[in-house]
């Protein structure tokens, strides 16, 4: 079974201070890795995906993630956070069919 | 391209009543997904749909919940009768067969049991 775990809750950071937001996962098989974002009262957005290919992996707004398969890890970052950034932010792993969440980070900007 | 539709956007309910959501996935998209988001939690899903046939449904509650995917297009959802834990914000998600996975999301259904 594949599961999704993000550390922290909730992250603040200063505008044009470095995002890092923590994933790590478990899975059988080779993972499918996603990172989607929510802002209030709106759907999931696919900011990246990893799908084997290339580990460093680069997504829109800025955004990118590193696949690292010796810590199980697919942590987001992104260099200088923007105002514009502060979401709910999901990291996902692919499983037999549909996609297994974590709890999600709230990131906060603070101007 | 138009984007995942979802009706409708709130839903305030009494315990006991029933409630219906409605989806409409991205035109040509074969499988069809319906999430369930608690406040502070990551999505969960309910039913899986590949066409008009379910594919995963091992964690809808099946004595409350119902769905359908009539013609391999629309879905809807139904909860009757809804429980006060069944507060949430009903996502539908659709993807298509060739690709990589990844799923579109629509903008959920965010019901309310009172």
């Known amino acids: 079974a594949q599961s999704v775990t993000q550390l922290g809750s909730h992250v603040s950071v200063s505008e044009g201070a470095l995002v890092l937001l923590r994933c790590n996962y478990s899975?059988?098989?080779?993972?499918?890795l996603f990172w989607y974002v929510q802002y209030p009262n709106q759907g999931l957005q696919l900011l990246l995906k990893y799908t084997s290919a290339a580990t460093l992996v680069k997504g829109i707004n800025g955004f990118e993630a590193e696949f690292k398969k010796s810590e199980t890890s697919f942590h987001l970052t992104k260099p200088s956070a923007h105002m514009s950034d502060a979401a709910e932010y999901f990291c996902a792993v692919k499983g037999r069919r549909a996609l297994t969440f974590g709890s999600g980070t709230r990131l906060q900007v603070q101007p | 391209e138009a984007g995942v539709a979802q009706s409708p956007r709130y839903k305030i309910i009494e315990k006991r009543q029933s409630v219906a959501f409605w989806c409409n996935p991205i035109?040509?998209?074969?499988?069809l997904y319906w999430y369930q988001q608690i406040l502070g939690q990551g999505p969960k899903l309910l039913i899986q749909f590949q066409n008009n046939g379910v594919v995963d449904d091992s964690q809808l509650p099946k004595d409350r919940f119902s769905a359908e995917r009539l013609k391999g297009v629309d879905s809807t959802l139904k909860i009757q009768p809804a429980k006060l834990e069944d507060s949430a914000v009903y996502l539908c998600?659709?993807?298509?067969?060739?690709?990589?996975?990844?799923?579109?999301f629509g903008p959920g259904t965010r019901l309310t049991v009172t």
């Open positions: 899975s059988s098989v080779p993972p499918y």
């Open positions: 035109s040509g998209h074969a499988t």
């Open positions: 998600a659709s993807s298509s067969l060739a690709g990589t996975y990844e799923q579109y």
